[in-house]
């Protein structure tokens, strides 16, 4: 019979010998490179199998090379520097940008304590007491690379993605910082195979799933990946932050997205649906949450998380950028941190009862806080105010107010609920 798994501790991480480390960090990078391989050709193929059309088919195996050939050819292209820029900056900026990615997956619980060449060893890389409070300033130090990459460029376009970049982040990232703090209540620790550990039997996301929502929301707006690629919008931005880069350098700002997708999708894995834990009816199988077999079942959830954000770029629109401003400011946020003080009140209230009785409740006020959540972004998304100021009196409603294009002295274009006077149509 196969032995249990056993959850890694702390006092786990730190014993092994300097090769089982380096082994560990190279797996760790290389899985990581072929995750970002095979999520580019993943995604040429789902988007074109969505829209009707072929995708990567002649390098390789049905197009299976294809990624890769891109990349070699990305990668061996003359690499131009423009007059004018920053050069020292100019060329730190795409490697900020790709290494915190790297870095930030070190802390990523995936698996539990198995045998390496005779040695037992946890599979994850090291932990913290804090270690998702680390990938949070891990990743937040990446969007120093695109706000340099815009700023060294010494160019109009490139200057306001960086700017478009910092203004996301912070919005995106306060909202993302927020949902953690359920989970922390929940498994009274920061640590991420704490947090595993603590949803042996259970996945949390049926507990929080308005932080659930709130998450999958704000890690696109955070990766800036459509429909929130506001850094890089390439219908006023012509490329944005990146337009002046080419080659190796323009090559590692992709690699750093993508890496930065397969962080956020194993960090949600790891926070609300049990890590490398698989879930049931799976998990009635004795030796499924043992050996190497939990390695799989992590890569899985991984890869179901890639598949939204290849979902939603293919089928959303890019939003306005007013509308992304007000979606980060005034509904997650706003809803994130009445849903703290919701689980803060539920845990300290059922603190003693039955796990089954105080689910329940937890279920219940998630299940109406997440309709109230989705129905205020679709109010959002389909351009209509949430505010109670802005509620339509009659046919094209109160807010429907003329203003003046030429108030700062320049032409501006109405806003949504906004209206041209008159006169100004008429010319």
């Given amino acids: 019979m196969t032995a249990p ?9 730190g014993r092994d010998p300097w090769w089982l480390m380096l082994v560990k960090a190279v797996a760790i990078f290389a899985f990581l490179v072929v995750t970002v391989l095979v999520a580019i050709l993943a995604e040429r193929k789902v988007m074109a199998r969505m829209q009707r059309r072929l995708g990567p088919n002649r390098v390789g195996w049905h197009g299976a090379l294809q990624s ?13 520097t423009p007059i004018g820029v920053d050069k020292v900056l100019y060329v730190l900026a795409p490697i900020i940008s790709v290494v915190p990615a790297i870095m930030a997956f070190a802390v990523i619980p995936m698996g539990p304590m198995v ?34 990459a815009g700023w060294a460029s010494s160019s109009t376009y490139p ?13 995106y990232e306060i909202a993302m910082g927020l949902t953690f703090a359920a989970v922390f209540l929940l498994s009274a620790t920061m640590s991420t195979s704490g947090i595993v550990a603590g949803q042996s039997g259970r996945c949390y996301v049926w507990v929080v799933l308005p932080f659930l929502v709130i998450y999958a929301i704000s890690w696109v707006g955070a990766t800036t990946r459509a429909p929130f690629p506001l850094p890089a919008a390439a219908g006023e931005l012509v490329g944005g932050f990146h337009t002046e880069y080419s080659s190796l350098k323009f090559a590692m700002f992709m690699l750093a997205e993508y890496i930065n997708m397969a962080t956020v999708s194993a960090l949600a894995a790891t926070l609300f649906l049990g890590g490398w834990q698989v879930p049931w009816p799976v998990s009635l199988w004795s030796g499924a949450n043992s050996g190497w077999w939990p390695l799989l079942w992590f890569v899985i959830k991984v890869w179901v998380f890639l598949f939204v954000f290849i979902w939603l ?11 992304f401003m007000t979606l980060g400011w005034k509904v997650l946020i706003p809803f994130a941190l009445a849903w703290v003080l919701v689980v803060a009140v539920i845990t300290e209230a059922t603190r003693g009862w039955a796990a089954w009785s105080a689910g329940l409740i937890y279920a219940a006020a998630g299940l109406v806080v997440t309709a109230a959540l989705l129905k205020a972004v679709f109010a959002v998304v389909g351009g209509r105010s949430i505010d109670s100021s802005a509620a339509s009196t009659g046919p094209e409603g109160a807010h429907d107010k003329p203003f003046d294009p030429f108030a700062g002295g320049f032409p501006v274009p109405p806003l949504p609920g906004q209206v041209l006077p008159k006169e100004s149509a008429d010319a």
Wanted: glycine fraction near 10%.
């Fill in 115 to 148: 045998s390496v060449f005779g040695h037992r060893t946890p599979l994850q890389l090291t932990d913290l007491p804090v270690g998702v409070l680390y990938i949070l300033a891990v990743t937040s130090i990446g969007v120093y690379g695109i706000v340099l």
């Fill in 5 to 13: 798994a056993r959850f890694p501790t702390l006092a786990d991480f």
């Fill in 313 to 323: 770029r293919t089928t959303l629109p890019r939003l306005r950028y007013d509308q």
């Fill in 159 to 171: 200057l306001l993605g960086g700017l478009r970049s910092t203004a996301q982040v912070i919005s």
């Fill in 68 to 80: 890769l050939a891109d990349g070699v050819k990305l990668a061996l292209k003359e690499g131009l």
